[in-house]
């Protein structure tokens, strides 16, 4: 049974940098380059140098080790490094480690970053290809046999069974497609900059696994994303104003699996979202009536309905009227359908944006902004606030 009380994280830690490469296609160079390319921006942002960073955090998946990135990138000796499981889930949970680290005087300065070729060279969309003897590769064994070789068609199992449990039809996960491309559409940084799409172009693309349609699915991107976390104090000694870590938190809900927990009492929801859910409101204090900007990891259009309706934001299976009726800005930046798919490290850095006033679709003047990581597997969440919010 997950935790019934706050934590004491909330307000202890804020992100005073980000950075990114260009997202590409084809980024023509190492991914240890990327990530180091970055960092320095990361830094460079936040008006620090390598000499002042003591902690890093990435995710088990990246092939960049923490120490290779310091060497790399300048950095001297380090008093804490971490690495997060379970792909696009690490996401959040990256920046509470280096929040937990900050908050304990573990470290100072934390930078977390993801780096990877994911078009050019390992293609997560591909699937399965070779798996070695492991638990996990046990569970997948009930799955493969059957053709349920790659994500979509995980994935498509409970996008078919809310569609039939509230009486939808595919066009509801089209609202989140038409929602993201609309926000890409204006942003330069953006794979699918000046290219909106309509319902109707969602309606007409190709089956990938029904009900799940070519633009249901995120992107596969080349490039790097880097966050800096250290203390509230130092944050407001820096150039940009501080995104305040409010809420921090992790989840994994009972029978979890990694994108197959077919064995639930349900599939139209995300229990894992949910766990994040409960402990981001009660440690911050705050509700979904508080959130100004809400920048949800949609690597697949179903699995943003659900995580709405977990959060509360709408009752199940309402997500996507929510959604077409613009009741809340999301996903901003274009989110991993429209700008890249960095394994949700690229909505972290929109959400400090929409902070300092700085993005490109701004929501007004946004005193709290959510964030989540990737679904189906265990995940995080974070809930970010304004100095002073």
């Known amino acids: 049974m ?20 260009e997202f590409s296609k084809d980024s023509g160079r190492s991914e240890l380059k990327l990530a180091v390319e970055a960092v320095r921006a ?3 942002d936040a008006g620090l140098t390598p000499a002042d960073v003591d902690g890093m955090v990435t995710f088990t998946m990246d092939t960049n080790p923490e120490i290779t990135v310091a060497q790399a990138a300048g950095i001297g000796e380090l008093s804490f490094f971490s690495r997060v499981h379970y792909g696009g889930g690490a996401a959040c949970a990256t920046v509470q480690q280096a929040a937990l680290a900050v908050a304990t005087g573990l470290a100072e300065v934390v930078v977390c970053y993801r780096a990877f070729n994911e078009r050019s060279g390992r293609r997560f969309g591909s699937g399965v290809q070779q798996r070695e003897p492991s638990a996990e590769g046990a569970a997948l064994g009930w799955n493969l046999p059957f053709g349920l070789l790659t994500p979509a068609s995980w994935v498509a199992m409970a996008a078919q069974r809310y569609l039939h449990t509230y009486g939808l039809t595919p066009e509801a996960f089209g609202h989140v497609a038409v929602t993201d491309r609309r926000h890409a559409a204006t942003n330069p ?4 900059h000046r290219q909106p799409i309509t319902l109707a172009d969602h309606a007409a693309s190709r089956w990938i696994v029904e009900p799940l349609r070519l633009l249901d699915c995120c992107q596969e991107t080349d490039g790097a994303q880097a966050i800096v976390v250290t203390s509230p104090e130092r944050a407001r000694t820096l150039p940009h104003p501080p995104a305040l870590i409010a809420a921090a938190a992790q989840g994994a809900g009972r029978a979890q699996e990694q994108m197959t927990s077919f064995y639930r009492d349900a599939l ?10 409960r402990q981001l409101w009660r440690t911050s204090g705050l509700a979904p009536a508080d959130i100004d900007v809400a920048i949800l990891y949609d690597h697949f259009t179903p699995f943003v309905l659900m995580q709405l309706e977990e959060f509360g934001f709408c009752a199940p299976g309402e997500a996507a009227d929510f959604v077409a009726a613009d009741a809340l800005p999301l996903n901003t930046h274009g989110g991993q359908l429209g700008e890249a798919y960095l394994h949700g490290m690229n909505g972290i850095a929109e959400a400090v944006r929409q902070l300092r006033g700085t ?6 003047t946004p005193a709290h902004v959510l964030v989540t990581a990737g679904t189906g597997v265990p995940t995080s969440g974070l809930l970010l606030g304004a100095d002073g919010a």
Do not use: C, M
């Open 42 to 44: 990361a830094l460079d």
């Open 359 to 364: 993005s490109v679709n701004q929501a007004g």
């Open 189 to 192: 940084a953006a794979y699918f």
């Open 268 to 277: 139209t929801g995300l229990p894992e979202t949910r766990v994040v859910a």
């Open 2 to 21: 997950s935790i019934h009380r706050p934590d004491s994280l909330g307000g202890r830690a804020a992100i005073a940098g980000i950075g990114a490469t």
